[in-house]
Every structure is written in C-alpha cells, then in structure tokens.
C-alpha cells in the first residue's frame, strides 16, 4: 500500500490525514501549479457529464477545500444542496473560509466523515462526486459500496482522478515531470517533501480506466464508463445507480 510517509506503524488513513492537515494552506495554490491551471476545466468537464442527470443534493467526497462543492453549485443548475466530506479538518476549515466568503454556506455545509462508514441515511443523495481524492482511500471497493448505499436509485457518482497517460511518450515526460518537478515545488511551497513525492506513487497505485469502472460495477453501478482527457493524465469516471 503507497502512503505519505512510509509508516508502517499508522494507517493509511491517518498519514493522509496528518498530510492534507499539513499541506491545506498552499493546497489550491499547488494544484493551480502543478497541473498548469488544468484542474479547473478537467472538474468542469466532469460537471458538463453531471449536469444532465439533474441532481439536486450532492454529497461531495474527499471535499479537502471545496473548490469542487462551489463550482457544483455554480455551474449545475439542478443543484440546491452540497454535503462536503473530508477526513482533514484543516482542509475543510479552508473550504468553509472560502464558502463563507462567496456567500453559500447556506447551501454548502462540511462534515468530518470516512468515506469507507459515513453515519449518513441511506438513499439520501441524488449523486456524488470525488474530485482527486479516490486515489487516497485506504479501501476503494468499500467506498463504493458506501456510496453506492448513500445514493437514491438512478443517483450518479462521478469521480474526476489523475492517470497515468496510455502512450509511452507522453507517459516518459508525465513521468519526468511527476517525479521530479512535482516534489520540488511541493517542497519548496509547502515543505512537505513527502506530500508531493507520494502524489506520483499514488497516482500510479490507483485502479485506472477499465479497473476502477470494474470496482464501481460490483459495488451495484449498474452502468460505469470513463472517459480519458487528453493527453490522459485525467479520467472521469460515472456510475450510475441500480434502481
């Protein structure tokens, strides 16, 4: 199993935890950098996907500072309510800065929640999104399960996470540039070496393209598919719940 800090005495769970703690400050000024300011329309792309399936409350996933819970409500028009859930407080005291500062915290609210045993109703949201944060669960299949028992029937979940490209020339300069530029600029922003040198190791741990829609099947999708952004360092994922 990759983890932030190769402890093999803590969990999983509480590395990533101690990790986005550590990091929150710079978080969204490091992904505007690393990903050359291509997160944003790779989660707008994936809310284009959302949109038509209507939802109207969202439960927000691996939420860290809610850029994705704000833009759910921004630019899907259906949606009234957002649930963000996180394992990292500072993460989300981060995001519920900002949703205050826009005005939503009416409509957007944070819980401390583990996405493997949330204490939420079943069949209480119309879909849910995991924008970059499936590849630091500790038990991927679990998660599904549990979201796939949180959604309605016919609710949609929707997972935006980074890949590694298909084509062996654009995987070697992905590879260059995730193994060495990605852990220098997280040093020197965040310093936190560590943070930034697991990014790559999970990316690459994480079940891609036809494995992860395999997940999402046997924990009750009925209907999951992907589609790949180039140059595929990005894959959106939909599962549809059984009715």
Request: glycine letters at 6%.
């Amino acid at each position: 199993m990759v983890t932030p800090y190769n402890d093999n005495q803590t969990p999983k769970v509480e590395q990533v935890r101690k990790m986005f703690n550590n990091i929150a400050p710079k978080y969204d000024l490091l992904n505007r950098i690393i990903s050359l300011g291509l997160d944003r329309s790779w989660r707008r792309k994936a809310l284009d996907m959302l949109a038509p399936y209507a939802p109207k409350r969202v439960l927000d996933v691996a939420t860290g500072t809610g850029d994705l819970a704000i833009e759910l409500l921004k630019h899907v028009p259906s949606v009234r309510e957002v649930l963000g859930i996180d394992i990292s407080e500072e993460m989300m005291r981060v995001g519920a800065s900002k949703v205050a500062s826009l005005g939503l915290s009416q409509q957007i609210s944070f819980s401390r929640q583990d996405s493997t045993a949330t204490d939420l109703e079943t069949a209480s949201f119309d879909a849910a999104t995991i924008g970059f944060g499936i590849r630091n669960f500790t038990d991927i299949p679990a998660a599904a399960r549990e979201l796939h028992r949180l959604l309605r029937p016919s609710g949609v979940l929707v997972i935006i996470e980074l890949s590694e490209p298909t084509n062996r020339f654009l995987h070697l300069g992905y590879s260059l540039y995730t193994r060495t530029v990605i852990p220098m600029l997280g040093r020197l922003l965040t310093g936190d070496k560590s943070a930034y040198t697991y990014l790559p190791k999970s990316i690459a741990a994480v079940p891609q393209r036809e494995q992860m829609t395999e997940i999402l099947r046997v924990a009750g999708f009925r209907e999951a598919f992907y589609h790949s952004i180039f140059p595929g360092a990005c894959t959106i994922y939909i599962g549809i719940n059984a009715d």
